[in-house]
């Protein structure tokens, strides 16, 4: 599915809006400057959007609660159902 250039922006300005997510932003970009010595966290960064670090399977995108609604709007908008009638 190609998501939008609009819709990275807006996770990315979202994140800028909620205090702890800046936060953590802040905290994962400080981190990335110490290469090698970077510490180990839970979260990475990624063209400055975020994503949780699952031991067991790839790293996925954090997506705000308050997104929630219209990424699942976005996503079911996109599929294409006639391919499984």
Do not use: G
């Amino acid at each position: 599915m190609k998501v939008s250039d609009q819709l990275w922006q807006n996770i990315k300005c979202k994140y800028a809006e909620e205090l702890k997510w800046k936060h953590i932003l802040q905290i994962l970009k400080r981190n990335n400057v110490l290469r090698p010595d970077t510490a180990r966290l839970l979260y990475e960064i990624r063209d400055d959007l975020i994503f949780y670090k699952d031991l067991k399977k790839e790293p996925y995108l954090y997506i705000l609660k308050s997104l929630y609604n219209r990424m699942f709007k976005i996503v079911y908008d996109d599929i294409d159902y006639s391919e499984y009638a």
